[in-house]
């Protein structure tokens, strides 16, 4: 299959899954169909496939409310958060330490400044927990407050290039909360001590999603995982995250069903990267538990084909002949570079494992993912995408799987 045929692919799925199937929120009936579409594509192309049912939640809102003294602010329900209707007394708190001499239970509590600085990791979260976050929920469950207002600014590479951001964004954290800009929470101190009236009209639903993988062979020794995450924040269509990835993945599909000399392969479409949960996640590594270390490397798409500069894989504790084997790929390949370490995806998991990795992303959104203001936002949608970057890494990921299988 040549270049050509390669792109016009990537834009076919990639149109299915940011235009016609659009935000694929996990519990949402956009992942259901998207995870159905990647499912019958890997079966239409003779992979194996198991698909497991995750016990999730949905979450919607209708909007929220705040007032004090008839002055309405603007704020947001916070995603997956409790939704309320309150009023009380409005006590402000911007530094952690504040938290323990202030009383603010049955308040109404104004969280701004250093104390709303970075996204604060849901309660319980199996991969990235800081202590200073679980101290955090912690206090604020022990002081009761009746809901929270958490006035935030950017926090681009933790929550994306939303602003504000929503400090919480949590199932498992039962205080309700909405959120508002960090200039608009300047505003409401002056409410401090009045009465102000809150209501968020938010819910939680029970739903099912569904984890997908797919394989070329039965056999899970010496096997390559090759991986992207299918869902999205809520409101966006997730072109760039990771539309592009699960799109390298369908091609990866098509581009190398039909060899008998490949390695086992999976192609695994993570569901709940963007969730609070990661439930795709834990259902995978719960499935291999004590198979991991059958994984000969996890190849990890998340961020690619970004229509500014090339596209870049960063590869973690490759052996020497795997290293080899890619800076031959980007010799070949001048679409194709090194890229810096990043964290922020999937292949944390498995190195995490002791498991080498390779994540695969745009160089231009590596090097710009503190300042971009373009994922968790309806700004990542298709007019960032560059067909051709997208093709060009399921061309550059099947040149290395075939250097290490010998195939010439």
Known sequence: MDKKTV?????????????????????????????????????ELCWETETSPLQVIDWQSEGATLTCQGHEFTVFSSPYSLGC???????????????????????????????????IAPKNFPFWNP??????????????????ICAT?????????????????????HIPSVYMKDSEGVKLLSCVGKTVALASHARRIPETAYHVIGRNSS?????????????????????????????????LAALMRVHSDYPPLELVFFNGEDYYGAPG???????????????RLNINIDGAG??????????????DDLSAMLQEVFAENTGLVEGLPWFQGDHSIFLQNGCPAIA?????????????????????????????????????????IEKIAGIS
């Open 306 to 319: 970004y229509k500014e500069g090339l596209s870049c894989f960063s590869p973690f504790n490759l052996s």
């Open 153 to 173: 600014g950017h926090n681009a590479a933790i929550a994306g290039g939303a602003y504000p951001f929503p400090l919480f964004e949590d199932g498992d954290f």
């Open 131 to 148: 202590e200073e976050h679980q101290q955090l929920i912690s206090q604020l469950e022990n002081g009761s407050p009746k809901a929270l």
């Open 281 to 295: 996640q834990i259902c995978y590594l719960e499935q291999n538990e004590g198979r991991l270390g059958d994984i």
């Open 219 to 251: 056999r899970k020794e010496g096997r390559i995982v090759i991986s992207a995450h299918i869902d999205t924040k809520i409101g966006t269509p997730g072109a760039l995250d990771n539309g592009t990835g699960v799109t390298v993945l369908l091609l």
């Open 85 to 119: 209707d309150v009023s009380g007394e409005l006590v402000a708190i911007d530094r952690v330490e504040q938290l323990k001499k202030t009383n603010f239970r049955d308040k109404i509590l104004l969280l701004h400044g250093e104390i709303t600085a970075e996204q």
């Open 360 to 400: 695969v992303s745009s160089q231009w959104f590596i090097e710009h993912m503190e300042s971009q203001e373009i994922t968790h936002t309806p700004k990542d949608n298709l007019s960032v995408i560059n067909y051709e970057r997208v093709a060009e890494c399921a061309l550059g990921i099947v040149a290395f």
């Open 7 to 43: 792109t016009e692919k990537a834009a076919l799925h990639l149109q299915e899954l940011c235009d016609v199937i659009g935000e694929r929120r996990v519990g949402g009936i956009g992942n259901r169909e998207a995870t159905a579409y990647v499912e019958k594509v890997l079966r």
